[in-house]
C-alpha cells in the first residue's frame, strides 16, 4: 500500500523548521542543510476504509512513519529518524485551528501530525487497540508514551541498522534476569532495504513505581533519611545484571593494545573537555598520571556487554524491588560503541557519579553552602557509593574496590564528560563534576 498523495517536497521543507523544534532531537548545535524522506511505511489500512477511520468522521486518517534523513551543512554523515505521522485529508485551514504543537504541516488543506498524540494511531502502530495516551516525560532522546495506563510504547527516534541494543539487551535477560527488569511485551520492527531496524519496544507500565533519581532527592530532604539499603539493593542488581549479560554475550580480555586504547580514549576526553573549561588544566598531571597507570594494569580485565547509560533516573522502586530500566547506552555515542563489550567499571562509576550528583543537586549543598550542608551532602553520597560497591560485591564476588586504577579512570572518564556537558547545557551544575574532579585529583595537582 502506498501512502495517500502528498506534496513530499513540501513535507521536508516543513520537517527542516519542525525536527529541530522537537525535545529529542540531539543535533540542535549542527544546522540543517535540509531534510529528507528516505521512506514511508504505513500502518493503517488504506485511506477511505472503515478501520482507518475515527468516529464521528467522514474521511479516514492516514498512519505513515517517516524514516528521513538529516543533511547538514558541515557536511559530516547524515542522520537517519523516525517521525510517526498522522495524515488527515479533512483537516480545517491552519489559519481557523488553534496553535497545534504536533502540527508538522497543512499541504494544501491536508493536515500532517505527529501520530504519537494520536491514540487511533498508537493503536494502529501496536496492533491492539488503544483508549488513551499520555507521554512520559522524563524521557528525552526518544518518545515514551502511557498507554492505556498498562504499558510504555517506547518510539526510537533516531534509528541504526539491527536491534537496538535496548530490545536486543532486554530479550537477552529475559531467561537470566527477567526480575530485574520491567516485563518486556513486545516491539515494533521491520526492513528497509534488507536492513532490519527497530522502531519501537513495549514494557509492562508499573504505576506504582518511583525512579531512582527522585527517591533519592526524596531520601535527602528526609532529616535522617538512609538511602544505604537502597543503594546496596542497587549494587546487588547491577551486578546480577553484569553477570548474566556476560552469559549472554560473548566476552574478551583487554590486552596491552586496549589498555593504551583505554588510556588515550581518556586522553582525548581530557582535552575535549578542556577546550570547553579551561579551569580544567589544573588536572593535566593528575590525568597524565592515570593514563600511564592504566597502561600498566597487570592481570586480565575481561569486556563484556554493559548497560552503557547507567544512573539513578534509570532505576525503578517497585514493590518487588529495584528494576532497572534503558539499555540502549548512552545516546551520544555512536552505535557500534554502544553494542562493543566495555569494562563494567564504566558502569560503576556512572553510578557513583550519579549518587554524588543527587547529593549535591539539593539546593544549599554547592560549594557556596555553609560546611553543615556540604559535609551532610558528602556523607549521603559516601554511604551511598560505599553501600552500591558492597552490594555489587555480593551479587558477583568481585569487589570493584580492588581494582582502583581502573575505577578511577572510569571515574574521571566520567567526571570530565559532565564538567564539559554542564558547562556547554547547565552552567549552574558545573560545580557538581568541577568538584568532584578536585577530590579525585587531590595531592596529584601541582
Known amino acids: 500500500m502506498t501512502p495517500p498523495a502528498l506534496a513530499w517536497g513540501s513535507l521536508e521543507h516543513a520537517l527542516k523548521t519542525w525536527l ?29 476504509s472503515g478501520p482507518g477511520r475515527r468516529a464521528g468522521e467522514g474521511r479516514a486518517v492516514a498512519g505513515v512513519v517517516l524514516v528521513t534523513r538529516a543533511h547538514f551543512a558541515d557536511g559530516r554523515p547524515t542522520e537517519t529518524y523516525q517521525i510517526p505521522v498522522g495524515i488527515h485529508p479533512a483537516a480545517t485551514p491552519a489559519a481557523s485551528r488553534p496553535h497545534d504543537p504536533a502540527t508538522i504541516a497543512h499541504l494544501d488543506g491536508t493536515h500532517v501530525y505527529e501520530a504519537t498524540a494520536d491514540p487511533h494511531l498508537i493503536g494502529h502502530l501496536t496492533g491492539r487497540p488503544v483508549a488513551t495516551t499520555r507521554p512520559l516525560n522524563a524521557e528525552q532522546t526518544n518518545t515514551s508514551l502511557i498507554v492505556d495506563e498498562t504499558h510504555v ?69 528526609t532529616p ?63 590525568v597524565y598520571h592515570a593514563c600511564q597507570a592504566l597502561t600498566h594494569v597487570s592481570g586480565p580485565v ?50 557513583l557519579r550519579s549518587f554524588d550528583y543527587a547529593a549535591h543537586h539539593t539546593p544549599g549543598s554547592g560549594p557556596a553552602a555553609g560546611d553543615g550542608p556540604r559535609a551532610a551532602a558528602a556523607r549521603f553520597a559516601e554511604r551511598a557509593q560505599q553501600a552500591f560497591l558492597d552490594g555489587y560485591t555480593t551479587a558477583t564476588g568481585d569487589d570493584p574496590r580492588h581494582h582502583p ?21 547547565r552552567p549552574q551544575r558545573a560545580a557538581i563534576p568541577l568538584a568532584a574532579l578536585d577530590r579525585l585529583t587531590e595531592g596529584d595537582t601541582p
Not at 26 to 47: C, D, E, Q
Not at 182 to 211: K, N, Q, S
Open 224 to 286: 535522617h533519611a538512609d538511602f544505604t539499603a537502597d543503594a546496596h539493593a542497587m549494587g546487588t542488581t547491577t551486578g546480577r545484571i553484569h553477570t548474566a549479560l556476560a552469559t549472554a554475550f560473548p566476552t574478551r580480555t583487554l590486552d596491552t593494545a586496549g589498555l593504551t586504547a583505554l588510556a588515550a580514549h581518556l586522553t582525548r576526553r581530557y582535552h575535549a573537555a578542556r577546550a570547553l573549561v579551561p579551569a580544567l588544566a589544573r588536572h593535566e598531571r593528575a
Open 20 to 48: 529541530p523544534r522537537q525535545r529529542w532531537y540531539p543535533a540542535k548545535n549542527r544546522p540543517l542543510s535540509h531534510v529528507s524522506i528516505a521512506h514511508t511505511w504505513p500502518f493503517t489500512p488504506t485511506p477511505g
Open 405 to 425: 586504577v581502573l575505577l578511577r579512570a572510569h571515574l574521571l572518564d566520567k567526571a570530565l564528560y559532565e564538567a564539559a556537558y554542564e558547562t556547554t547545557h
Open 153 to 221: 510504547l517506547k518510539i526510537f527516534r533516531r534509528l541504526h541498522t539491527g536491534t537496538n541494543p535496548d530490545l536486543e539487551l532486554q530479550r537477552a535477560l529475559r531467561p537470566l534476569a527477567a526480575d530485574h527488569t520491567p516485563p518486556l511485551a513486545g516491539a515494533v520492527e521491520g526492513d528497509i532495504d534488507g536492513r532490519r531496524f527497530t522502531y519501537a519496544l513495549i514494557t509492562r507500565y508499573l504505576p506504582a513505581a518511583t525512579d531512582g533519581w527522585q527517591a533519592a532527592l526524596a531520601a535527602l530532604a
Open 302 to 351: 575481561r569486556l563484556q556487554r554493559i548497560h552503557g547509560d547507567l544512573h539513578l533516573g534509570q532505576w525503578l522502586r517497585c514493590p518487588q524491588g529495584w528494576l532497572l530500566t534503558d539499555f540502549e547506552g548512552e545516546p551520544a555515542q555512536p552505535i557500534d560503541h554502544r553494542t562493543r563489550p566495555h569494562s563494567t567499571h564504566a558502569d560503576i562509576a556512572a553510578m
